[in-house]
């Protein structure tokens, strides 16, 4: 290939950014672990992501630990740590980032009038001074320096550019200019990152970059109207998740280039295929459920109801489909398999569902699906992956349930015979209750004791039939904390009880990991 054209290749190579470790865990519920977020960094690594942002290290010890180990795992995708304009801050992620082979400083700094005023409570030359001293401290730590303008898109157009000059001066590669709060609109959007490239010093040596949120639900767009303005790194989270109403979705945003590069010429170098096993992960280590009707990943994104569909499919996919499930690693197929079913047709099953496991898990797994076959007449591919996915996200949880009883019917009251383990050790309670979960519930609490509050309680069948497994969602609330559990049973109240037990185990983690001023360093831009 010419010179002329590696060059244009270049223009039309979009980086993707991955921030699902550190804006996507500022969910409200949202929290991993050391061994969860290692694994997703291995997915996001075979998927090649170009960027994972691992966490926010200053933010507290755990977070410094997740950035540092990451770091040591990761060989081809470049790992990245978050700091605010501060020395403390910036300093603590170059020690996180140090191991990485490729690593990366992401600073920032507030720049619109209001977050000046209220939230800094600096005058606009003083920020200007703070984008110069930050940048260059994190540009001698590290070779790799970007810089993000905090709400860039409420941000006077003329300071922006003075900004963005600034980091550029100072040593800064990529600019990211964030719609921090989703106020923007793509057009409008596009045109900022026009105006910056067109008018700032030294804005052609550097990469620009998109980071949106989905507060009016403009997220992918508007970062699809950025690239078109001249951004070529797109800052995205797997299912959009991320602060408030989210992030732009990696596989959307993926998706959307790839199956429209005849208005959108330009590419990325991620591997479609391991998109659905990436969302599942993530869906299973946060317990938040992926909407049926999501766009690449749900359930629905690939399935076909109405007649006329239907037919047209039978015909030719191409009437009804745009892309394959076969694009985003779903199986095309829902073969169905028994308690006959063998270890290595399971096996293979589940490769076509996006798992690669372990000996152990592999075993595990496969002792799981024999006690599922014997319960269910048909075992249908989405009870694989819940019964794989509930595995995956309890497998390392303090506390488990062993045991339980209930007995209901509308002579009351209904009683709960629970016994879990926590930290191995096994503890026993007998509760009533307003009903069968409630009775469920209470025993948990007097086995577990906390005060937090349940906020959300939400079943759905995972496949058809009387025997479906039930997958079940809780949401607790501590202390201003809020965590989230999921789990899948044949049975509905011993799935209830895991979720909420989950829930908790992701509760007590929150609280252990945080550090005395965590929240006070938040941010998603």
């Known amino acids: ?27 409200p519920g949202a929290s991993m672990s050391l061994d969860e977020k290692l694994e997703l960094a291995k997915i996001l690594e075979e998927m090649r992501v170009d960027v994972i942002e691992a966490g926010f290290p200053i933010a507290s010890n755990g977070d410094f630990e997740a950035v540092r180990q990451i770091a040591e795992i990761v060989s081809e995708s470049v790992v990245c740590g978050l700091a605010r304009a501060a020395p403390g801050d910036i300093e603590r992620c170059a020690e996180a980032i140090r191991p990485a082979k490729r690593g990366r400083i992401h600073t920032f700094l507030s720049t619109s009038p209001v977050h000046m005023k209220y939230k800094l409570q600096m005058e ?6 703070a984008v110069t001293r930050s940048v260059s401290l994190a540009r001698n730590l590290c070779d790799d320096v970007e810089w993000s303008a905090e709400d860039a898109t409420r941000t006077e157009r003329d300071f922006l550019r003075r900004c963005v000059e600034a980091a550029i001066r100072a040593g800064a590669k990529t600019i990211n200019i964030p719609d921090t709060v989703g106020y923007t609109y793509p057009t409008e959007y596009a045109d900022i990152f026009r105006d910056l490239i067109e008018n700032v010093p030294g804005a052609d040596g550097v990469i620009f970059s998109t980071h949106c949120h989905n507060d009016l639900g403009l997220a992918v767009a508007n970062s699809l109207a950025g690239v078109q303005g001249g951004a070529r790194q797109v800052e995205v989270a797997i299912n959009g998740i991320g602060e408030r109403a989210g992030n732009a979705a990696l596989e959307e945003i993926v998706m959307a280039l790839k199956v429209r590069g005849d208005r959108l010429p330009y590419q990325t170098g991620v591997d479609t295929t391991h998109i659905t096993r990436a969302s599942r992960y993530v869906s299973a280590i946060t317990g938040f459920p992926v909407q049926f009707n999501k766009a690449i990943v749900g359930k629905n994104a690939f399935a076909h109801e109405s007649g006329i569909h239907q037919d047209g499919m039978l015909k030719h996919r191409g009437t009804y489909e745009i892309m394959t499930p076969e694009d985003v690693g779903q199986g095309s197929t829902n073969l169905v398999m028994g308690k006959h079913s063998g270890r290595h047709a399971f096996r293979e099953k589940l490769k076509e569902l996006g798992y690669e496991l372990g000996q152990n898990a592999l075993n595990e797994a496969f002792q799981r699906f024999k006690d599922l076959a014997d319960k269910k007449k048909h ?52 509760a009533t209750g307003d009903g069968p979960v409630d009775a469920v519930f209470n025993a948990i609490h007097e086995v577990v004791p906390h005060t937090a509050v349940l906020r959300l309680f939400q079943v759905h069948a995972v496949t058809e039939g009387t025997d479906a497994q039930a997958q079940v969602s809780v949401r607790l609330e501590e202390d201003g904390r809020i965590a989230t559990g999921q789990a899948a049973d044949t049975d509905t109240l011993t799935a209830s009880a895991k979720a909420y037990v989950n829930a908790l185990n992701n509760l007590f983690a929150r609280k252990e990991k945080s550090a005395p001023d965590a929240t006070k360093v938040a941010s998603g831009f």
């Open 1 to 27: 290939m010419s010179t002329e054209n590696n060059t244009a290749a270049e223009r039309d190579r979009v980086i993707v950014f991955d921030t699902t470790m550190r804006d996507g865990e500022q969910s």
């Open 379 to 430: 075992v249908y591919d989405d009870d694989l992956v819940a019964l794989v996915d509930d595995a995956l996200a309890h497998g390392t949880d303090r506390i488990q349930v062993k045991h339980l009883r209930v007995v209901a019917g509308t002579d009351g009251p209904q009683e709960a015979d629970l016994t879990v383990t926590v930290d191995g050790e096994e503890r026993a309670a007998k």
């Open 124 to 129: 606009p030359e003083a920020v200007l001074e």
